[in-house]
Structures are given as structure tokens and as C-alpha cells.
């Protein structure tokens, strides 16, 4: 797929967006996952670009609502509309296989076509428990680590940093 020419000084502080590359914000509860996925959706919207932020628990509710009432394939086309899509919180709640099927058709539509920034506390290793079947897990991974970037977050939680219960 052609990547889009767009002037660099728009694109400048999210240059994976337009090479359509993926991030996997990976490691412990409260080392700022989340917080650094929302800040680059801001910053994606505060530059024009179609972005999105939703948990993995939602998206699949979403999805399997749309299927139910026979409009699954809008669903999907929208959701491949977006230049970056964060996926929070993958892992924190299991998915069934149903859900798991429907993740991995919003997953494929945007592979080499959009950005997607997933949130998680599982080690590549146990996605097969996340999605209840270990070859949709494989199929995510592959995709998702082809043109990906891990990035680490360690230590302890800032919340328990700054806790009032001590």
C-alpha cells in the first residue's frame, strides 16, 4: 500500500500515523499506558486526523451489537475510517471467541491502512487466553507486530504512588 504524502510539520510528532505503523504500549497497571495512548489521540484530533479511543471490552460490545442488528459491515467500515485507533485495556477483561473474530475483522481492515495503539499488561506470550483461541491471537500478533513498535512501561503505578491510603 502507497503511504499518503501529507507536508512533514503536520505530521511531524506522530510519524507512524502516516506510515501506518502500530504501537503496543505494554506492562504494568498504572505506568501511564493509557494516559500516553489518550495524549497522542489528542494530538492526532488536534492535527486533523480522524482518531479514536475506545476500550477493548466496548469495541467488542460494539461490534456484537452491530452483527445483531444485521449491520456489521457499516460498523466495520467506520471503524476503518480512522487514521488511529487506541485499543485500551486488551487483556484486563477475556474476550470470547465470537468477540475475538469480530476484534480480529477491525484489526485486519486497518492493518497497513490506519494506526492502532493498543493498551495492555499481557506479554505477547498469553494473548491466546485473551481471545480464547490461540491461532486468532497468532493472527493479531502477526499483524500487529509487522510494522509495530513496543514500547515498555515499568515501575510502580502512579497511582499507588500518590495514594491517600498508605
Same mark, same amino acid.
Do not use: M
Given at each position: 500500500m502507497l503511504h499518503r504524502e501529507v507536508p512533514p510539520r503536520l505530521w511531524w510528532p506522530l510519524?507512524?500515523?502516516?506510515? =501506518?505503523? $502500530?504501537?503496543i504500549?505494554? &506492562?504494568? *497497571? &498504572?505506568? &501511564?499506558?493509557?494516559h500516553l495512548a489518550s495524549a497522542l489521540i489528542r494530538l492526532a484530533c488536534q492535527n486533523n486526523m480522524k482518531a479514536r479511543f475506545t476500550?477493548?471490552? $466496548?469495541? *467488542?460490545m460494539t461490534l456484537r451489537k452491530a452483527k445483531n442488528d444485521g449491520r456489521l459491515d457499516k460498523e466495520l467500515t467506520n471503524w476503518s475510517k480512522f487514521d488511529l485507533i487506541t485499543i485500551d485495556e486488551l487483556g484486563y477483561l477475556p474476550i470470547d471467541p465470537e468477540g475475538a473474530r469480530l476484534? !480480529?475483522? *477491525?484489526?485486519?481492515n486497518t492493518y497497513e491502512r490506519s494506526s492502532l495503539i493498543i493498551t495492555t499488561n499481557?506479554? !505477547?506470550?498469553?494473548? &491466546?487466553?485473551?481471545?480464547?483461541?490461540?491461532n486468532i491471537a497468532a493472527a493479531i500478533i502477526d499483524?500487529?507486530?509487522h510494522h509495530g513498535h513496543l514500547l515498555r512501561h515499568q515501575g510502580q503505578s502512579w497511582r499507588?504512588? =500518590?495514594a491517600l491510603m498508605k
Open positions: 510519524p507512524f500515523i502516516p506510515r =501506518h505503523e $502500530d504501537i504500549c505494554y &506492562g504494568n *497497571v &498504572g505506568c &501511564g499506558k493509557t476500550t477493548a471490552a $466496548d469495541l *467488542v476484534l !480480529f475483522q *477491525v484489526i485486519s499481557i506479554e !505477547f506470550s498469553r494473548w &491466546g487466553t485473551i481471545f480464547a483461541d490461540d499483524r500487529l507486530i499507588v504512588t =500518590h
